[in-house]
């Protein structure tokens, strides 16, 4: 098995039976789009769903927003054969992994989840939300996913404090 990583604004559609994609995610989204008759898929991974108002974004980092980021995946399906009619959708990701930046997961999971909609695409499974990061792995060539939590990381290492003002010896 070939396995594939993908990250931030990059998409892969494949129609080889032999390919795995596989992601990991935090508050980025990751939508794995399959056509089961021409057995044609693809996964991409987005930073953001799109930019703000008036903001102005260079060509090469268009991709990283989910506006740009789904049609590239859509047309690459596409040009491998997919029909548009019989796409099915399966969204992953967009945690709220750090508590100072607000709802960016969740603005990135309904920019995906609307998206989809809009454009008639059946949706298939969605596992968005929480705040622990997930490892995806797409077979694109089955339309078959799976999503696991990544482990909490270990608190850091209590450091031993000397007792009644001594001094500490290391040895």
């Known amino acids: 098995?070939?396995?594939?990583n993908l990250v931030q604004g990059?998409?892969?559609?494949?129609?080889?039976?032999?390919?795995?994609?596989?992601?990991?995610?935090?508050?980025c989204i990751a939508v794995c789009l399959h056509d089961g008759v021409a057995h044609v898929g693809g996964m991409n991974h987005f930073l953001l769903g799109?930019?703000?108002a008036g903001q102005q974004v260079c060509a090469q980092d268009m991709q990283r927003y989910g506006v740009h980021a789904m049609e590239?995946?859509?047309?690459?399906?596409?040009?491998?054969?997919?029909a548009r009619s019989r796409l099915r959708a399966h969204i992953y990701g967009g945690a709220n992994i750090i508590a100072g930046l607000g709802g960016i997961g969740h603005g990135n999971a309904a920019f995906a989840r609307r998206f989809i909609e809009t454009e008639g695409i059946?949706?298939?499974?969605?596992?968005?939300?929480?705040?622990r990061a997930r490892k995806v792995e797409f077979l694109?060539?089955?339309?078959?996913?799976?999503?696991?939590?990544?482990?909490?990381?270990?608190?850091?290492?209590?450091?031993?404090?000397?007792?009644?003002?001594?001094?500490?010896e290391l040895f």
């Open 122 to 131: 059946a949706i298939g499974h969605v596992d968005v939300g929480g705040t």
């Open 72 to 82: 590239l995946l859509i047309n690459a399906m596409m040009q491998r054969g997919a």
């Open 10 to 27: 990059e998409h892969l559609a494949t129609d080889r039976p032999d390919t795995l994609l596989s992601t990991l995610l935090g508050s």
């Open 140 to 168: 694109p060539f089955d339309g078959k996913a799976r999503a696991t939590f990544v482990a909490e990381p270990l608190p850091p290492p209590r450091v031993p404090q000397p007792v009644d003002g001594g001094e500490l």
């Open 50 to 52: 799109q930019p703000d």
């Open 1 to 4: 098995m070939r396995r594939i």
